[in-house]
């Protein structure tokens, strides 16, 4: 059992995929809402909307809260059904961005400071790579070999050389240009990515808070952006003298 926090929850309801709607009379589509409820009791409530899309955002101060219920419902008429549901310990969100926030700062490019200032400043007594002259050979003191063919290493072009007329022999075709795709000058022959169309995959990730697709009860997903930051001492006894308390 998890101990009740307090905090400021902030929410954007983004949008919902796979849910099932309530069967209707006519063709028209219905209406769907979400509401949030902390502990049982509504705290917010999104417009209607027949696209399953909403972008709306909330923030709620919660005072030793332990659950959010984030529900979808069908409105036809006067008529409401609930459709889905979705159930999340506060404690569970503001673990799972301790977690991020870790990951972020120690991440697989993260190496301590003084190392990477070791990788930084190139040995003065070797050749190579230091200024970059291809006659003197590579960092270890042998010239690059091609990894198709016997062809002879070109100084002069480019970081790793090119064979003559850009081809390694019988090996891979030619290629266009030696460029990074995402580092180096544009060039119109290099493809790049697409992105896929709105809310069809999972949502780009966010650099503050969790921003994702999650399930929802008895079947479908709702993509939410999530953000919770708990409260100090001091800041709990201000905001409490401040009156800014909802009811």
Request: proline share 10%; net charge negative.
């Amino acid at each position: 059992m998890r101990r009740p926090v307090t905090g400021k929850l902030q929410l954007k309801i983004l949008a919902a995929r796979q849910v099932a709607h309530a069967p209707t009379w006519t063709f028209k589509t219905p209406e769907t809402m979400v509401v949030i409820k902390i502990d049982g009791n509504v705290n917010f409530k999104t417009k209607p909307s027949r696209s399953d899309k909403w972008g709306d955002d909330c923030e709620i101060h919660v005072d030793k809260a332990s659950e959010v219920e984030i529900s979808l419902y069908d409105q036809s008429g006067e008529k409401t059904m609930p459709i889905g549901v979705l159930w999340m310990k506060i404690s569970d969100i503001a673990e799972g961005l301790r977690r991020k926030k870790l990951e972020m700062d120690s991440g697989p490019g993260w190496v301590p400071a003084e190392v990477a200032a070791a990788q930084a400043q190139p040995p003065q007594d070797q050749p190579g790579y230091g200024g970059f002259s291809p006659q003197q050979g590579s960092f270890y003191g042998q010239p690059p070999q091609s990894p198709y063919g016997n062809d002879q290493y070109q100084s002069g072009q480019g970081l790793y050389g090119q064979q003559q007329q850009g081809q390694y022999g019988s090996g891979p075709p030619q290629f266009q240009s030696t460029q990074s795709m995402y580092y180096g000058n544009d060039n119109s022959n290099v493809s790049r990515p697409t992105l896929p169309p709105s809310f069809e995959g999972p949502p780009p990730p966010s650099q503050e808070g969790i921003e994702a697709w999650f399930d929802i009860e008895p079947v479908g997903q709702i993509a939410l952006s999530i953000n919770f930051s708990k409260f100090r001492l001091g800041y709990l006894c201000r905001w409490l003298e401040s009156g800014d308390v909802m009811n």
